[in-house]
């Protein structure tokens, strides 16, 4: 598994990597206390970025206002639940209001400069 040793009691040789953070460790008593005290999961930078994108999208009052609806719900549910998606998307797209909610959106992921 490569040189060194384990991570956590720094004697034996590792033969396993923690699968959250890869860290490497010897058994399954190490892999525990690993577990208890030390072990951070790993992000990487897509879906970091792709996290950050879905707060700052949901933190913006103008669209949580427009999801409280129940009008645009109802669009969301319908263009979710069909089978044909696409087409659903481009029926409701016809109306001013998902237009708005859509341009809203598409405004915050991509800012005109």
């Known amino acids: 598994m490569g040189d060194g040793s384990c991570c956590v009691c720094k004697e034996a040789p590792p033969k396993y990597k923690c699968p959250s953070c890869r860290t490497p460790y010897c058994s399954v008593t190490c892999f525990k206390k690993h577990k208890e005290e030390s072990c951070q999961k790993i992000l990487h ?3 970091i970025s792709k ?11 103008g669209i949580q206002d427009a999801l409280r609806d129940p009008e645009l719900q109802r669009m969301i549910l319908q263009i979710d ?4 998606s696409e087409k659903e998307l481009e029926k409701v797209m016809e109306g001013q209001a998902f237009r708005e909610f ?4 598409l405004d915050i992921v991509n800012p005109q400069e």
Do not use: C, P, Y
């Not at 859509?102 to 959106?105: A, F, L, N, V």
């Open 45 to 47: 930078q897509e879906e």
């Open 51 to 61: 996290s950050a994108l879905q707060e700052e999208v949901t933190e913006l009052k």
């Open 81 to 84: 639940g069909s089978s044909e």
């Open 102 to 105: 859509t341009d809203k959106i």
